[in-house]
């Protein structure tokens, strides 16, 4: 997904971070999905205005499936 030059150094950080958590658990891919797909539903509904959550949730997962490369193989 696209990554907000202001917030550059931050999303660095804390995207591995969370990729070295879910390693020190084993957490296949599944998992990992799950993990993320909840915490973005919980983010959505307690950081986001009622009025505005169906609109940012319809963005997101337009975003998520336009970022997804079909090309290239699982690494």
């Known amino acids: 997904?696209?990554?907000?030059?202001k917030y550059e150094k931050q999303f660095?950080?804390?995207?591995?971070?969370l990729e070295a958590v879910m390693d020190q658990h084993l957490a296949p891919a599944d998992l990992r999905l799950?993990?993320?797909g909840?915490?973005?539903?919980?983010?959505?509904?307690?950081?986001?205005?009622p009025g505005q959550r169906k609109t940012i949730a319809d963005k997101f997962a337009q975003v998520l499936t336009a970022s997804v490369d079909t090309q290239k193989g699982a690494h």
């Open 1 to 5: 997904m696209p990554v907000v030059s």
């Open 12 to 17: 660095d950080q804390l995207l591995s971070e």
């Open 34 to 36: 799950m993990v993320l």
């Open 38 to 49: 909840n915490l973005a539903t919980h983010i959505i509904n307690h950081q986001i205005a």
